[in-house]
C-alpha cells in the first residue's frame, strides 16, 4: 500500500493507526451490525462516543468541570459570526487581533455586524509575525479578546497567553489544537476546525466556560446560540456523527502517545529539524515568520525565484513528500507538520531539502 508523507495543511494527514483501526470497525460498529454513519445519534452506542470524545478533550486540555466542549457545524467560519453575535454589542465591542488571514476574516464578521474593533495588527509587516503583549490595545469595555492562536496560511503562532486585563480571552486553535500543553483555563473559549490536526472535515470544537454558554440573547435563531448546544448536549439536532467519532479516536490515540507534553516534545523536534535546514542554508530558504514568531505546526519558507520553487514542488512529490506548496497569499512552501505526522516524515523532507539546495545553488 502507497501512502506518501502528507504536508497538507487542512485536510491533513491522520495517524495511520486511527485510520486502520475506522477501517477495521467500520461495517460493524459495536457490534451493531450497523457502521457508525448508519446508526442514530440517539442510540447507546453513539451516546458512548459522543460522551467519551468531550471527557477525553476536557481531560488533555486540564480543563475541570467549569467548562463544556461543543460540537457544532459550520467550520471555524461560523464561528466568526457566532462569536460577535452571540457575545458583542456597539457598547461592548468584540476587540480582534488582526495576525493573519483567519484573524482578519473572524473581525469582517463582527464588522459587518457593528460590533468589532481591532486591538492589533501586523498587516504592515505581511503577518511575519503576532502581535507582541505591549502593541495591544483592547478596550476594559470590550465584550472579548480574540486571537489567531495559530497562522496555518503565515506560519506564526502565539507562544504566550495573552493578558487582558479580565476581558474574556477567545481563541481560534484550528490549527494548533492538541499541540501541547498550555495554559487552557486562562481562556474563556476555544474553538477550532478539526480538520487540521484532529480529524476529518465537518466539526467545531468549541471549548467554553459554562456560565458563558448558557444563556444567549432571546433574539438569536436557535441554530446560532452556543445555548442551543449547551443545553442539549450538542444534540438538539443530528450532529456530524463520523466526524465526532474520528475525533474521538485522535484524542485517544493522543492520550495513548502520552498526551499533550509528548505531542509538543515530538512538534518542537519536527519544527526545529525544518527550521534548521532553512537557518542553515545560507540563505537560500528564506523563512516567512519571525523567529519569536516561528510555528510549530507550519512552516513557510520561500526559494530563490518561482521556478526554483515550482520545481521543488515537482521533486518533492517525487520523493513521496505531497502537499508543501504555500498558500498563495504568501507563495513558496509549507510544511503542515502536525500531530499526525511523524518525525521520520520531516527528517525525509529536511534531507531533501538539504539535496535540493545543494544541487540548485
Ligand atoms: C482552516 C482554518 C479556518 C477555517 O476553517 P473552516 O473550518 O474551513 O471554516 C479558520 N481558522 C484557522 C486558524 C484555520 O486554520
Redesign the pocket.
Given at each position: 500500500m502507497k501512502r506518501v508523507y502528507n504536508f497538507n495543511?487542512?485536510p491533513a494527514t491522520l495517524p495511520l493507526e486511527v485510520l486502520q483501526e475506522a477501517q477495521a470497525e467500520f461495517l460493524n460498529f459495536d457490534n451493531s451490525g450497523m457502521s457508525i454513519i448508519e446508526i442514530s445519534h440517539r442510540s447507546k452506542p453513539y451516546d458512548k462516543v459522543h460522551n467519551q470524545t468531550k471527557a477525553d478533550i476536557l481531560e488533555l486540555m486540564n480543563l475541570g468541570d467549569d467548562y463544556d466542549v461543543l460540537f457544532i457545524q459550520g467550520?471555524?467560519?461560523?464561528q466568526f459570526a457566532m462569536i460577535p453575535l452571540n457575545f458583542a454589542t456597539k457598547a461592548n465591542p468584540g476587540s480582534y487581533a488582526l495576525s493573519g488571514t483567519?484573524s482578519s476574516?473572524a473581525y469582517r464578521e463582527a464588522e459587518i455586524l457593528g460590533v468589532g474593533e481591532v486591538a492589533a495588527s501586523t498587516k504592515d509587516e505581511n503577518f511575519r509575525r503576532v502581535p507582541a503583549q505591549s502593541e495591544l490595545k483592547i478596550s476594559p469595555s470590550a465584550a472579548y479578546f480574540h486571537i489567531?492562536n495559530?497562522?496555518?496560511i503565515y506560519g506564526t503562532e502565539y507562544h504566550y497567553v495573552p493578558e487582558t486585563g479580565g476581558v474574556p480571552l477567545f481563541a481560534?486553535m484550528?490549527?494548533d489544537m492538541l499541540s501541547r500543553p498550555w495554559d487552557f483555563k486562562k481562556f474563556a473559549l476555544i474553538y477550532a476546525?478539526v480538520?487540521?490536526n484532529l480529524g476529518p472535515?465537518g466539526v467545531?470544537i468549541v471549548v467554553a466556560q459554562k456560565k458563558l454558554i448558557e444563556k444567549s440573547l432571546d433574539t438569536l435563531p436557535t441554530m446560532l446560540r452556543y445555548d442551543t448546544f449547551y443545553k442539549k448536549n450538542s444534540l438538539y439536532n443530528t450532529p456530524p456523527a463520523f466526524s465526532i467519532y474520528m475525533v474521538g479516536k485522535v484524542a485517544a490515540w493522543i492520550k495513548n502517545q502520552g498526551g499533550l507534553a509528548e505531542m509538543a516534545k515530538r512538534n518542537a523536534r519536527k519544527a526545529e529539524l525544518l527550521y534548521s535546514a532553512i537557518d542553515s542554508s545560507d540563505g537560500f530558504y528564506r523563512g516567512h515568520a519571525d523567529k519569536d514568531s516561528r510555528s510549530f505546526m507550519n512552516v513557510t519558507f520561500r526559494l530563490p525565484s518561482e521556478e526554483l520553487e515550482k520545481k521543488f514542488v515537482a521533486e518533492a512529490l517525487e520523493n513521496n513528500l505531497s502537499g508543501v506548496k504555500g498558500h498563495r497569499s504568501v507563495g513558496g512552501m509549507r510544511a503542515s507538520i502536525y500531530n499526525a505526522m511523524s518525525i521520520e516524515g520531516v527528517e525525509v523532507l529536511a534531507s531533501f531539502m538539504d539535496k535540493f539546495r545543494r544541487s540548485n545553488s
Open positions: 495543511p487542512g467550520g471555524a467560519s461560523l483567519f476574516n489567531c495559530n497562522n496555518t481560534d484550528s490549527s476546525g480538520q487540521k472535515a467545531v
